[in-house]
């Protein structure tokens, strides 16, 4: 599927021995009827729902682990989008896990397009077998095909399209870094999956743990939150704003 938010998991991309992005975004999940509890204000004024994945046999043969993937995705009355996953180790012993929001988000032109919040950033160049570069640049632009991985990244990151006075607002907890990817004409016309010119009105700017693993000892569960918000004409910054909607 190309579009959406896919969960990658336990791996992403293609840094290990599982298919690209891992099996978890091709399973069928199930609604969790009684999950544990969250804090208050992660239902409070919202609509949700809680889903569920456990390790299946056929799971199991590839990755020998076993887990429970709980995914809570709710929207709130202003048009926020929130997801928290939450991924505890039932196996008898521990095991690691990278992980990624895979956010597809719709733009007018790729080209009108900046990212601010990672600049001054190291990052990973994924066109250039991982080399790891500092962003030298005050925003992010496009111009041609970038897959780049920063590093301890900010807890937010501000998407802002010209042409259509709006900016997305990505916030994020338990995710240290921030994948950003286009694949600009040449790679498109590769895809057999994506339009030869549908890369200009995309950009996947991701929440992640990649450079790090997540290792949970048997019992332990980690929590990885991602908060999508869309406002009018161009951002700024403010504090007050983003601790009001819990970051």
Same mark, same amino acid.
Request: hydrophobic residues 35%; charged residues 30%.
């Given at each position: 599927?190309?579009?959406?938010?896919?969960?990658?998991?336990?791996?992403?991309?293609?840094?290990?021995?599982?298919?690209?992005?891992? !099996?978890?975004?091709?399973?069928?999940?199930?609604?969790?009827?009684?999950?544990?509890?969250?804090?208050?204000?992660?239902?409070?004024?919202?609509?949700?729902?809680?889903?569920?994945?456990?390790?299946?046999?056929?799971?199991?043969?590839?990755?020998?682990?076993?887990?429970?993937?709980?995914?809570?995705?709710?929207?709130?009355?202003?048009?926020?989008?929130?997801?928290?996953?939450?991924?505890?180790?039932?196996?008898?012993?521990?095991?690691?896990?990278? !992980?990624?929001?895979?956010?597809?988000?719709?733009?007018?032109?790729?080209?009108?397009?900046?990212?601010?919040?990672?600049?001054?950033?190291?990052?990973?160049?994924?066109?250039?077998?991982?080399?790891?570069?500092?962003?030298?640049?005050?925003?992010?632009?496009?111009?041609?095909?970038?897959?780049?991985?920063?590093?301890?990244?900010?807890?937010?990151?501000?998407?802002?399209?010209?042409?259509?006075?709006?900016?997305?607002?990505?916030?994020?907890?338990?995710?240290?870094?921030?994948?950003?990817?286009?694949?600009?004409?040449?790679?498109?016309?590769?895809?057999?999956? !994506?339009?030869?010119?549908?890369?200009?009105?995309?950009?996947?700017?991701?929440?992640?743990?990649?450079?790090?693993?997540?290792?949970?000892?048997?019992?332990?569960?980690?929590?990885?939150?991602?908060?999508?918000?869309?406002?009018?004409?161009? !951002?700024?910054?403010?504090?007050?704003?983003?601790?009001?909607?819990?970051?």
């Amino acid at each position: 599927m190309r579009g959406g938010i896919q969960i990658c998991y336990p791996q992403f991309g293609d840094c290990g021995s599982l298919d690209q992005h891992g !099996f978890a975004r091709n399973k069928i999940w199930v609604i969790d009827e009684n999950p544990p509890p969250l804090h208050s204000n992660e239902s409070f004024g919202k609509s949700f729902v809680d889903l569920l994945l456990k390790s299946s046999e056929e799971d199991l043969k590839q990755w020998p682990h076993s887990f429970e993937f709980r995914l809570r995705v709710s929207l709130a009355i202003d048009g926020d989008l929130t997801l928290i996953s939450r991924v505890r180790n039932i196996n008898g012993k521990p095991f690691s896990f990278s !992980f990624a929001y895979h956010t597809y988000l719709s733009v007018s032109d790729i080209s009108e397009v900046r990212v601010e919040g990672l600049e001054t950033l190291d990052y990973l160049d994924n066109l250039s077998k991982r080399e790891l570069l500092t962003e030298q640049g005050d925003a992010i632009t496009f111009e041609s095909e970038m897959d780049r991985t920063y590093l301890r990244s900010p807890k937010v990151v501000a998407v802002l399209d010209h042409e259509r006075k709006r900016t997305y607002v990505i916030g994020k907890e338990g995710l240290p870094d921030t994948v950003v990817w286009n694949p600009w004409e040449k790679k498109s016309k590769t895809m057999t999956d !994506f339009g030869d010119e549908e890369y200009k009105s995309m950009l996947c700017v991701d929440g992640a743990a990649l450079e790090r693993p997540i290792t949970l000892k048997p019992g332990e569960e980690w929590t990885g939150k991602l908060m999508l918000t869309a406002v009018k004409s161009s !951002f700024c910054f403010d504090q007050l704003e983003l601790q009001s909607k819990g970051f």
